[in-house]
């Protein structure tokens, strides 16, 4: 295969690679942990591919050792991996589990012994089944707790751990946990899917707050702002972008680096929005502190056309029923996933960041980016995914494109490490640049992993 050049990075770029906790770490019933509300949401008939659930998963929770092997020969500088919460605090409230705290202690020392930086994630959407039990990311109550499980982590592994992420892409937890109904919990609502998005900015508060205070060196948010194209140049199609922007952007970066909420939120959500009564005073100031880094995830782009309400009674209306529709990306390789391939959109959008919010924009980590492909293990017992090693390839050129525009980025995390989880869709989807035989647990570096390793040796 002709491998695609590499793009050039500056001195002491990151390079890493990404995983979560509920995607890869199976032993869901292990040592004290408790339920979540993913062991929960794929035990429901019909809600993940093949009933598929995050029990055995990769093994990571037994197979780190190996894993951090991969990592360490792959050569990455920092490893992002997320902490269950309910195997910390089962009931999501109440003592911490010594088991759960020991696993993570494991992980980051054999981390730092392989010479990588640790980069952990807090909340990758695996909230404690206990605290759904009691409104989940609808009440308040939650946002306070997980300030309290991030302060026990911090005080646990701050000494270790130099880069925190607070939430995991809080727009899928919000919109298509509690709107669209296609993540856990599966809820299909209006108003209380926006309180449960106020209320996942409020638990980033508290949980900035608590690692503050303990001293950590970074902290950030990961999200995974959209690039919306309007179908048509026609004035009802850039509205709806205005609309799809709304939910998908800025109803998260205008709070945190702006301080406000975006006036296109009345627009966006109607009658849904007119009841704030879960926003406090203070609570913009507590989502608003300065971050050390923001983490984006970007996939693809989406193209979004102008289209009727699907629910007309309000009464009846989800947070997510925002009179727009996606349509399909023209003229473009689709991956395994169905996403569009459009690689300059990645450049568009960090651009496009950095004008609107300016010096308020934190320094940015890629902290996803990668692609489902449709493996084949040849013969030879090799991946040869050479399209996967093309989006990698036009991404990372994309966003040297993008810091050469003047956005300042720090790193690039490749989802994912291994085949995973791949939530609603079960083990079909893999973005792996190692494939995972899901039989006997077998690791196989793909060809990407290969040229994603001369990549960063190429950095040395
Ligand atoms: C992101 C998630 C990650 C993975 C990738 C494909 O939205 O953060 O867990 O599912 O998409």
Known sequence: MN???????????????????????????????????????SRLPGRTAHGHTGDVACDHY???????????DLGVTSYRFSIAWPRIRPQGSGPANPAGLGFYDRLVDELLAAGIEPAATLYHWDLPQALEDRGGWRVRES????????????????????????????WC?????????????GAREGTPALAAAHHLLVGHG????????EGVREVGITLNPDWNVAATGSDADRAAVVRADTQHNLVWTDPLFAGVYPATEHETWQELIENQDFRREGDLDLISQPLDFVGVNYYRPTVVADAPYREADPALRT?????????????????????????????????????????????????????AEHDVLSPDGQVHDASRVQYLADHLAALRAAMDEGVDVRGY????????????????????????????????????????????????
């Open 413 to 460: 995390y490749v989802w994912s490490l291994l085949d995973n989880f791949e939530w609603a869709l079960g083990y079909d989807k893999r973005f792996g640049i190692v494939r995972v035989d899901f039989e006997t647990q077998a690791r196989t570096p793909k060809a990407s992993y290969h040229w994603y390793r001369e990549l960063i040796a190429a950095h040395r």
């Open 206 to 213: 508290h949980a900035v707050s608590a690692l503050r205070a």
């Open 62 to 72: 037994h197979r780190y050792p190996e894993d951090i092997a991969l990592l360490k």
């Open 143 to 170: 946002a306070e707790l997980f300030g309290e499980y991030a302060g026990i982590m911090a005080r646990r592994l701050g000494d270790r751990v130099p880069r925190w992420i607070t939430l995991n892409e809080p």
């Open 173 to 185: 937890s919000a919109f298509l946990g509690y709107a669209v109904g296609r993540h856990a919990p």
């Open 319 to 371: 947070a997510s029923d925002n009179r727009y529709r996606e349509v399909e990306y023209p003229g473009v390789r689709h991956t395994a996933m169905g996403w569009p391939v459009v690689p300059g959109t990645f450049t568009q959008l960090l651009v496009a960041m950095r004008q609107r919010y300016g010096d308020r924009l934190p320094p940015v980590h890629i902290t996803e980016n990668g692609s």
């Open 3 to 41: 491998s695609p050049a590499f793009p050039a990075f500056p001195e002491g770029f990151v390079f890493g690679a990404a995983t979560a906790a509920y995607q890869i770490e199976g032993a869901a019933a292990e040592d004290g942990r408790g339920p979540s509300v993913w062991d929960t949401y």
